[in-house]
């Protein structure tokens, strides 16, 4: 059988690993047994189960195969976070990057290759949609990073403990195989992720909010980004379609739905440089939020080519903030990771020629980044 026509083990939900184990006349806990070689231990091959029999591993070894995408290029930043652009075929890249912080290591993983949402301000939507990821090119973005840093099985400190699904792309419209992926994160015998560590963000895909309330019990961030619907309209284009007001009911079932978020939804607000961080502004986000149960994440504006935004002053920065605290909110000013590789919030992109060309002149100019 030609390597293509294998089944590829990384490209099934858990459901589907175990159907595809006793399709091979195989009992379901044979499954339980491969998961754990794959998402524990990182086995790409069949040959080292060693507590599964020789003729089933000689069987999987010509009808299956644990292929995840390749990684093309790897980066890391002076402050430590990583990024890999991996090869999902047709010329198309999809990047990852993980952020190392004091306890926690967390990966931010794409979900799409492009875009379809199109904020304003974001340079993955700015390259357009291309087409939605497959479970095995999502979670072998984990897959292929923990080859790097280690599983948690092998108890390694910089396994990776948090994923946040805030890369290129809009999670809730590739849901299905966003929910098969989640499922890998979470189960024991799988990733073992704690569900708050866990984050779907989201620009408000209300139907699909609705649909997955109280089904996926995962962490959730909401994309808000202005404190009214005529600001909003021109920044994150899905809001003519569902306003603020439907959005944010959509958040509270959802949460209130959830153990993962501890009864809190995160609210991103990107801050773009007179724009959308007045204290006016400030203001009426405060009072727009009253009923809803939140932390507030400010994302400074982080720039990239084509972008007709700024990022604010530190001092306004610092108002907005101090408005919202007045007010009695959690805010969290994100502090910019990784900028100096494009690795930052909204700097992802996602094309070989965009990416290769990049990588080139980033060789020419400093020579070492791609280390
Ligand atoms: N589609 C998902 C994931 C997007 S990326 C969503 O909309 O939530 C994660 C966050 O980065 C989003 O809040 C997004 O709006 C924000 N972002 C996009 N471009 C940015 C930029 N240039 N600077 C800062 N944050 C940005």
Known sequence: MSESSRVNLLNLSLGELREFCVSLGEKPFRATQI????????????????????????????????????????????????????????????????????????LCISTQVGCPINCAFCRTGAGGFNRNLTISEIIGQVFVASQRVGFRQSGDEKAIS????????????????????????????????????????????????????????????????????????????????????????????????????????????????????????????????KDVPCKINLIPFNPHDGADFNKPSNSRVDRFCKVLMSHGYTVITRTTRGDDIAAACGQLAGQVKDKLSKIASRQVSDGDSAS
């Open 35 to 106: 998961m754990k070689w794959i998402y524990q231990w990182g086995a790409t091959s069949f040959e080292g189960m060693n507590n599964i029999k020789k003729e089933l591993r000689e069987k999987l070894a010509q009808v299956a195969e644990i292929r995840a995408p390749e990684i093309i290029s790897e980066q890391r930043s002076a402050d430590g976070t990583m990024k890999w652009a991996l090869d999902v075929g047709d010329g198309q890249v999809v990047e990852t990057v993980l952020i190392p912080e004091e306890g926690r290591n967390t």
């Open 162 to 289: 948090n994923v946040v699904m805030m890369g290129m792309g809009e999670p809730l419209l590739n849901v299905k195989n966003v929910i098969a992926v989640t499922e890998i994160l979470l189960d024991d015998n799988c990733f073992g992720l704690s569900k708050r560590r866990v984050t779907i963000s989201t620009a408000g895909v209300v139907p699909v909010l609705k649909q997955i309330a109280g089904k996926v019990d995962v962490a959730l961030a909401l994309s808000l980004h202005a404190p009214d619907d005529e600001l909003r309209d021109k920044l994150v284009p899905l809001n003519r379609r569902h306003n603020i007001a439907s959005v944010l009911n959509a958040v509270r079932d959802y949460v209130a739905k959830s153990n993962a978020n501890c009864g809190r939804v995160t609210i991103e607000y990107v801050l773009l440089d007179h724009v959308n961080d007045s204290m006016e502004q400030a203001e009426a986000l405060a009072r727009l939020l």
